[in-house]
């Protein structure tokens, strides 16, 4: 590491390569600005390990107290939209764009149950609820379009088991006045297998 990093600062060593589509000839290929193109990389489709998830929105709603004492009483407000904020990040990234919503695999309602979940057994250790319809009524969108996809995949029990779930959920949110999870359990009713 020391070796390339002086080879890098004095100009010798190997030019750094960029990874580059090269055409049928094998010479590189270029956009018409002369730009090389450069390689994209594929998406991962490893499926998540959920317990890591959970960890994740466990450390972001349990902040500690010589943090807290440093906050400012806009962050006090924020908490909860940050961690919110979180979930549907994790959940775009693991469902979404890893594709198992797509394809209507059952993982992606298991992502969205992990991360929901420990939310919702967190919700008081997070300051803030109430200021953070927006984010919540985005969350729950992507819930309804999870349901939706994997619907048809569930048995009686399990879509038992995440309407349990959701409803828990969406009862502590209505304690502050948020409801935007209200309906999300009924999404397995009105979706289509």
């Not at 450069?38 to 890591?52: A, F």
């Not at 059952?106 to 969205?112: D, G, Q, T, Y």
């Not at 008081?124 to 985005?138: A, F, H, P, Y």
Request: include cysteine; hydrophobic fraction near 35%.
């Amino acid at each position: 590491m020391v070796l390339r990093l002086f080879q890098d600062r004095h100009g010798v060593g190997a030019p750094k390569r960029a990874s580059v589509e090269v055409d049928a000839s094998g010479l590189p290929m270029s956009h018409s600005n002369g730009q090389p193109v450069l390689k994209k990389r594929k998406p991962s489709t490893k499926e998540p390990d959920l317990s890591k998830l959970a960890a994740r929105v466990i450390a972001k709603c349990n902040v500690s107290q010589s943090a807290k004492s440093k906050w400012s009483n806009n962050k006090f407000k924020e908490h909860a939209s940050d961690v919110v904020g979180l979930c549907s990040t994790i959940i775009k990234k693991e469902a979404f764009e890893k594709g198992f919503v797509e394809d209507k695999h059952v993982i992606a309602l298991n992502i969205c149950r992990a991360v929901l979940e420990t939310l919702s057994n967190q919700h008081d250790n997070v300051t803030g609820w109430g200021r953070n319809s927006w984010e919540l009524s985005i969350v729950a969108e992507d819930v309804v379009k999870v349901v939706k996809a994997v619907r048809g995949s569930l048995s009686p029990g399990e879509i038992e088991q995440h309407k349990y779930w959701m409803e828990s959920l969406s009862r502590k949110c209505n304690d502050y006045g948020v409801d935007e999870f209200c309906n999300v359990s009924a999404a397995f009713d009105d979706a289509s297998p």
